[in-house]
């Protein structure tokens, strides 16, 4: 989480039809504007060097890019999300990749969302869910492999879209984990941290530098990090919380 670099999606108007399980209203296009704005800017004070790609209109979801790609130093790996509306993202963000990496990988086969996704201190958890496959995890490790990382498949929880909505790293020891995440098998020696059922929607959160980025709301996890000797940062979530979408996914970081 020392990144220096980030790369994020500035959201379209088509945002509004964004994805989302549940029967939630549409979000307005100017309150998400805002709510990435801050973002970005919260980004920006940590430090990194941001980068906003123009909006696309065709992909209501392209502002999450944490979905078509996953980054590592000095190489990319494009990925292939598993939504029929949002597989065109990885072609989409693959010049901006290799303007910025010198080398980007591909899957060989199969479905992967980067919101699937949780890079720790050891490894690189994938979790199964409806949008990553097995072909696609198992073609992931291979590519991993090939950076030298170790990946290793997990599942995601049938109530949450991404592994990531369920968990987050706080430090290089401790994770965030929701209650049906709260699992040595999964984490391994990485200490968990379970997250009140009634701020489940809160475990989405983002280290980056010396701070954990939270969504504003959850007044219980934020004394939880803080127990942890982080410092927190609470940003506003609610309009994209609505196309089921946290704080990891609005970014690539480096
Ligand atoms: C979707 O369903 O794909 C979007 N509405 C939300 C994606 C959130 N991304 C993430 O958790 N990494």
Redesign the pocket.
């Known amino acids: 989480y020392d990144f220096t670099h980030a790369l994020l999606r500035a959201p379209a108007r088509s945002v509004t039809q ?4 549940g029967d939630h209203d549409d979000p307005a296009y100017d309150d998400v504007l805002t709510e990435h704005t801050a973002y970005a800017e919260a980004l920006r004070a940590l430090g990194l060097t941001i980068e906003i790609l123009e909006p696309l209109e065709a992909f209501p ?1 392209s502002i ?1 890019v ?2 078509p790609a996953l980054v590592f130093g000095e190489s990319a790996i494009l990925l292939n ?1 598993g ?1 029929s509306t ?1 597989a065109g993202e990885a072609a989409a963000i693959l010049p901006a990749l290799e303007q910025r990496f010198p080398q980007v990988l591909r899957l060989a086969e199969g479905f992967v ?3 699937d996704v949780l890079v720790t201190p050891g490894e690189v958890l994938i979790g199964l869910s409806a ?1 990553t496959d097995r072909a696609g995890a198992e073609a992931l490790i291979a590519v991993l492999d090939r950076l030298g990382r170790k990946g290793r498949i997990v599942v995601t929880p049938a109530n949450v ?2 592994f ?2 369920g968990c987050g790293l706080i430090d290089e020891e401790t994770v965030a984990v929701v209650a049906e995440l709260d699992d040595a098998a999964i984490f391994g020696s990485l200490r968990r941290i379970v997250v009140p059922a009634e701020e489940a929607a809160g475990a ?1 959160l983002l280290r980056v530098r010396d701070t954990v980025l939270l969504g504003t709301g959850f007044p219980q996890l934020r004394d939880l990090v803080e127990a942890c000797g982080v410092s927190t940062r609470t940003l506003p979530i609610a309009e994209i919380g609505k ?4 704080l ?2 609005m970014s690539l970081r480096w």
């Open positions: 964004g994805l989302r399980d979801d999450f944490e979905d999300p939504a949002r969302d980067g919101g949008r879209l991404h990531k909505t989405n196309i089921d979408a946290g990891s996914c």
